[in-house]
């Protein structure tokens, strides 16, 4: 992996890589099954990670025989989570500061995520951090979810980088694939995985860490 000041642009996941999420949205599931008579089977969180938000409401309706249409289910979604967003869900530890860090450089810097325009877009508006951003991309706009790279791919044409001169933050085994489909170095921010999922993100990412606070020094900001 490169130094920092070599890559041309910085590109972030936002769900579990920027923002502490996974509890938010394991509620949720288990909120909006059990309004329908569901629990949420175990396999559930694996089995969607990575989609855009259309295509995890198009798996539910499909998996659970939901009379709901994928329109309703999404809006379900964002009415149950935007308020949860502006005013409960934290950064990760060190992340704030570190988009900060990098914007003050120069560094372009985007943002490539399964989650909505409405709520991320809100969230970093709140946190004044919207303007840090050259390009926010989602799965939702692009040709499929991850791990496809198109999500990374348009993010890089919007900052007008290369893709392998890009660094992309993750922290689910498809955003790595997709972000290195796309060419881009990652780093994996730790997330409750199995051990088996781990040491899969560990072989494919190289660089592993917990927070943003323990970076390897190469990727820290040094101005």
């Known amino acids: 992996m490169k130094k920092l000041d070599e890559y041309s642009a910085v590109i972030f996941d936002f769900d579990g890589t920027l923002v502490d999420s996974l509890s938010l949205w394991q509620d949720i599931d288990r909120i909006f099954l059990g309004s329908r008579g569901y ?17 995890t409401a198009e798996y539910f309706r499909k998996r659970f025989s939901l009379t709901d249409s994928v329109p309703q ?3 379900t979604w964002e009415n149950l989570s935007l308020s949860e967003y502006l005013n409960s869900i934290p950064f990760k530890p060190g992340a704030k500061n570190y988009i900060r860090s990098l914007h003050r450089t120069g560094k372009p810097l985007g943002i490539a995520t399964s989650n909505i325009p409405t709520t991320t877009e809100a969230f970093l ?36 980088v290369d893709p392998n ?11 790595i694939s997709a972000a290195r489909s796309a060419g881009m170095d990652t780093v994996a921010i730790r997330e409750k995985w199995s051990p088996e ?24 900001v040094t101005a």
Do not use: W
């Not at 629990?39 to 295509?55: K, N, Q, R, Y």
């Not at 660094?167 to 955003?175: H, K, S």
């Open 39 to 55: 629990e949420v089977p175990p396999d559930l969180h694996e089995a969607i990670a990575g989609m855009s938000f259309e295509e």
């Open 73 to 75: 289910i999404m809006q």
């Open 125 to 160: 508006q709140k946190h004044g951090l919207h303007g840090c951003f050259g390009a926010m991309s989602y799965t939702g706009n692009a040709t499929a979810g991850k791990p496809d790279p198109a999500v990374f791919l348009n993010a890089a044409k919007t900052l007008g």
């Open 165 to 175: 001169s890009c660094l992309a933050f993750e922290d689910t085994l498809e955003g």
């Open 197 to 220: 999922l781990s040491e899969k993100i560990r072989r494919m990412s190289g660089t592993v860490v917990d927070n943003y606070l323990l970076l390897p020094e190469d990727l820290r």
